[in-house]
Nanobody
Framework: QAQLVESGGGLVQAGDSLRLACVDS????????MAWFRQAPGKEREFVAA??????????KYADSVKGRFTVSRDNAKNTMYLEMNTLKPEETAVYYC???????????????????????WGQGTQVTVSS
């Protein structure tokens, strides 16, 4: 099973960039569909970005709010998923979580990759704070 650990969070100013990493020590990283979610104080956890496993060409998917600013990527040789975040906004202050699971055939990934209920494996989260 996936064992996920996030890193890279911190305190930055509005407009700055930050790169998060999620390492899977479970040994089957390349087979997992992966995703980033975030939860701001007092709010529900929300989808940020997802990357599919090699079976469907490691496709990507983004929340509308981050398109053009965030980039999700994965390095299967290093068992690591990344989230490059540019032009950060104060309202993006949140705990960022990575998640993993195998969603199945490509059409199912396309439909459910942004749904947190699709993922059974979660990291502990990393705090990102964006000051204004």
């Amino acid at each position: 099973q996936a064992q996920l650990v996030e890193s890279g969070g911190g305190l930055v100013q509005a407009g700055d960039s930050l790169r998060l990493a999620c390492v899977d020590s479970g040994g089957s990283f390349s087979r997992y569909d992966m995703a980033w979610f975030r939860q701001a104080p007092g709010k529900e956890r929300e989808f940020v970005a997802a990357t599919a496993n090699v079976r469907i060409g490691s496709g990507t998917k983004y929340a509308d709010s981050v398109k053009g600013r965030f980039t999700v990527s994965r390095d299967n040789a290093k068992n690591t998923m990344y989230l490059e975040m540019n032009t950060l906004k104060p309202e993006e202050t949140a705990v960022y979580y990575c998640a993993a699971d195998r969603l199945g055939y490509p059409a199912r990934w396309g439909r459910y990759a942004g749904d947190q209920r699709s993922y059974h494996y979660w990291g502990q989260g990393t705090q990102v704070t964006v000051s204004s």
